[in-house]
């Protein structure tokens, strides 16, 4: 068996040695972690590391260690294959959605305890796990000077902890950097100095750098454990060039240094730099709320919608995920009740333009029959006067009866009213809102609200479990250049009859303008499953239609697929055209 995998205290150890090491040592941290559920998760052992995660359960409650509630419904005690893989697919998803790389996570392997995987991904979530005390907040002092929110954003939580222990060595020994988590830092030496900087020369005297590598890891531990810094790494482990053994010790030492400074740590001119971040791969959590894939959250928001505008621009890449699952959410549902009022807004103005044209109509129309009733008036009272003067001899030949007041009255009455019974506000004004708009097909779209309402009977591409499908809506002009990009929420489970409910405005739709529209099955892995594509031309959107599309294969290389598309997507198209108000 091949050995030299790890080296240290001049051994070299086997594959097998070094899991089981891991092992322990990620058992000491699970223990931690969950120390204050000793009566419900009994303690862990090297021996049933593998055996206990296999159910997904562990993964799940883990997970919610670091980030409470992120894990919903999971089973506690799963009996069948089938609950352990569906546990399993959740702790994974929740994983990628706070920051950790699942890409050789699939849930088959973790329930058949393929140790490798296992292993790899309880190391990613005791990462995170790690990491969740860290506010970002008190960090501002790591930006470099010409370096943007978003690129300090990026950086990998190793990259983050490098750039830390480089700048607190800066003050005590300019000439010392630390490059690697390995093998710059297995001397101990640089341990030493930063002890001495956060409590004082008293502890680590300078004398220590003399003396035998085994000493200095020893006397590192117990300065550690004298100012209550807890770590699961021991004096050997930190003799150890092995980055997850250092990349804990380093994250203890942060977490302290943090507590020990408070939110006064290193108050610089750049500390209100870094007030335009976002949560990432990092795990690092504060309270921000708003999540994306680069470094870590910070107290604020985005600092403006250009910086929005470019963080999905970056991260919105054609069927793979660009954000966590819990962003795209949130943002899809944010903009579909921003398109919502919009339209809402535009329903109204169109409403009360109808209204008011009826209105001036009806105005008309009253004139009119006011006119109407004056004539009539006019005629009644000409005929008073002629029969008034009209002899007796002559009234038997006409037969002419003189009207009263009271009668001339009474017919005007009844006139009025029935000109004034026609005038109903309220029933023309539910006419125009249930009348269907006009469609314009000549014309090019000032505004178009796309609904994606609901697909039905779309492929299956997961082995197990149904599809989890979502739409993206590239809106493309003749040039084959993109004007615009929207996407809706991923459905779980349901690829019969997924419902969606989005609204989409896409301005300025051109006679030459198109849609491109494509149907994707959300997956654990970075690239999701091609359900087929839907093409739209000005042709096809007729105003006030909700209509049914058939997808269909498409001619991309990026979207080829060995699966037999099937399925419809059910849309509604409400149009305004340049003359609308």
């Known amino acids: 068996m091949a050995s030299t995998v790890v080296k240290?205290?001049?051994?070299?150890?086997?594959?097998?040695?070094?899991?089981?090491?891991?092992?322990?040592?990620?058992?000491?941290?699970?223990?931690?972690?969950?120390s204050d559920e000793a009566e419900t998760v009994p303690a862990f052992s090297a021996a049933t590391l593998i055996s206990r995660c296999t159910s997904g359960a562990i993964y799940c409650k883990l997970v919610n260690k670091t980030s409470p509630g992120t894990v919903k419904r999971y089973n506690k005690n799963p009996m069948m294959r089938f609950q352990e893989l569906e546990n399993c697919?959740?702790?994974?998803?929740?994983?990628?959605?706070?920051?950790?790389?699942?890409?050789?996570?699939?849930?088959?392997?973790?329930?058949?305890?393929?140790?490798?995987?296992?292993?790899?991904l309880i190391w990613q979530l005791i990462r995170l796990w790690l990491l969740r005390n860290i506010s970002n907040s008190n960090l501002a002092f790591l930006r470099l000077p010409n370096e943007s929110a978003q690129q300090f954003a990026k950086l990998t939580p190793k990259q983050l902890i490098l750039r830390w222990l480089n700048y607190e060595l800066q003050s005590i020994e300019p000439k010392r950097t630390v490059s690697n988590l390995t093998t710059d830092l297995s001397p101990c030496d640089t341990y030493i100095s930063l002890l001495n900087k956060f409590f004082g020369d008293g502890q680590m005297p300078?004398?220590?750098?003399?003396?035998?590598?085994?000493?200095?890891?020893?006397?590192?531990?117990?300065?550690?454990k004298n100012n209550n810094i807890q770590t699961a790494v021991t004096a050997e482990e930190l003799m150890t060039p092995d980055e997850q053994y250092h990349f804990t010790f380093v994250s203890n030492l942060m977490e302290a240094r943090q507590n020990q400074n408070g939110a006064t740590n290193n108050n610089n001119s750049n500390t209100a730099s870094i007030n335009s971040g976002f949560q990432s791969n990092s795990g690092l959590q504060s309270n921000s709320g708003l999540q994306s894939n680069s470094g870590f959250q910070s107290n604020s928001g985005l600092q403006s919608?250009?910086?929005?505008?470019?963080?999905?621009?970056?991260?919105?890449?054609?069927?793979?995920?660009?954000?966590?699952?819990?962003?795209?959410?949130?943002?899809?549902?944010?903009?579909?009740?921003?398109?919502?009022?919009?339209?809402?807004?535009?329903?109204?103005?169109?409403?009360?333009?109808?209204?008011r044209q009826e209105k001036l109509e009806l105005e008309k129309q009253k004139e009119l029959a006011a006119k109407a009733v004056e004539d009539e008036k006019a005629t009644i009272a000409a005929i008073a006067a002629t029969a008034s003067t009209t002899s007796t001899s002559s009234t038997s030949d006409f037969n002419i009866v003189s009207p009263s007041s009271s009668s001339v009255e009474a017919r005007l009455?009844?006139?009025?009213?029935?000109?004034?019974?026609?005038?109903?506000?309220?029933?023309?004004?539910?006419?125009?809102?249930?009348?269907?708009?006009?469609?314009?097909?000549?014309?090019?779209?000032?505004?178009?609200?796309?609904s994606v309402v609901s697909g039905r009977q779309l492929a299956k591409a997961d082995l197990f479990g149904e599809s989890d499908p979502y739409v993206i809506v590239k809106h493309m002009n003749a040039e084959n250049k993109l004007k615009g990009k929207y996407r809706t929420q991923v459905i779980r489970n349901n690829r019969m009859s997924p419902e969606w409910g989005v609204t989409m405005l896409l301005d300025n739709f051109k006679m030459d303008d198109y849609l491109d529209i494509t149907v994707w099955d959300w997956d654990p892995l970075p690239s999701d499953d091609f359900l087929g594509e839907i093409k739209l031309a000005r042709k096809d959107i007729v105003n006030g239609?909700?209509?049914w599309f058939p997808v269909s294969k498409s001619t991309k290389k990026s979207r080829k697929t060995k699966l037999k598309l099937t399925g419809d997507i059910l849309f509604e198209f409400d149009c305004y055209y340049p003359k609308d108000n």
């Open 8 to 34: 240290g205290l001049n051994t070299a150890l086997t594959n097998e040695q070094h899991n089981l090491q891991h092992k322990e040592f990620y058992c000491h941290i699970l223990n931690t972690a969950f």
């Open 89 to 120: 697919r959740e702790a994974v998803e929740a994983a990628i959605g706070l920051g950790c790389t699942a890409i050789n996570f699939p849930p088959s392997l973790l329930v058949d305890g393929v140790e490798n995987v296992t292993l790899g």
């Open 206 to 224: 300078l004398s220590t750098f003399s003396i035998s590598t085994e000493e200095k890891a020893r006397r590192i531990i117990e300065v550690t």
């Open 305 to 355: 919608n250009s910086e929005i505008e470019v963080i999905i621009q970056e991260t919105e890449e054609e069927g793979k995920r660009g954000e966590s699952d819990e962003v795209t959410e949130a943002r899809v549902a944010a903009e579909n009740e921003i398109n919502r009022i919009k339209r809402e807004i535009d329903l109204l103005e169109r409403y009360y333009e109808n209204l």
């Open 413 to 450: 009455n009844d006139f009025m009213r029935a000109v004034d019974s026609g005038i109903d506000i309220e029933q023309i004004a539910e006419n125009v809102k249930n009348t269907k708009p006009k469609d314009e097909p000549n014309k090019p779209i000032r505004k178009l609200y796309l």
């Open 545 to 547: 239609e909700t209509k």
